[in-house]
């Protein structure tokens, strides 16, 4: 199967981005790629893969941290600060930051979890019908505030799911065909039919597979 986890992969910071001779950073719209690929192409709030959402062109930066605010605009311009994003998720989290002052990135239940320090696993769960639901807070805060179980978003996770029982299912029959194979007396016509069968699967299977779950970055 796909070595992308289908919903809220790990996410994991370059250890430095590209900066000026003189040491500073380039204006934060030259970073687009590099947090592009620190976040796999994933909307880092809805976990909308852009590849599900109208490709790259479809997906914008976002300051984490909203420079809005006098103590956010010395990170303008820092990659570290930015995440990528569908337009859905940037318009709605707009300049909302409950944590002003703090450190912290959420105070008591409000807030936003910092997709590069936190496993977003242990804040949402994912339910068969794509509809996400909290699981601790600020999950609740965020779900209500970006609208995360819009129709949009909750069709996308649910067609993941079933995508990812019809990638099973090929899986348990190339099993059970490999397990028939190596079992000894089989009739030679019957092995041909089931190595072919299993030739089949195999390459269905890894079409379908980059069909389907489609996360790479083009």
Known sequence: MTNCSPF?????RRAEYQVKSNGNYYQYSHYRQEIREDCLGR???CDGHENELGGID???LDHFRPTKYEEHKHLKNDPNNLVWACPG????KSSHWPALGMQETFVDNTGFIDPF????NEYFKIKDDGSIVALKPPANYKIKLLSLNRITRKRIRELRNIKLLWIKGFEENIQKIEFLLKQKGIIEKIEEILRSHLKWLLSTKSSLEKALLDFNLY
């Open 117 to 120: 320090n936190e496993n977003l």
């Open 89 to 92: 998720c940037n318009h709605l």
């Open 8 to 12: 809220f992969p790990e996410l994991n």
């Open 43 to 45: 909307c880092v709030y």
């Open 58 to 60: 479809s997906m914008v």
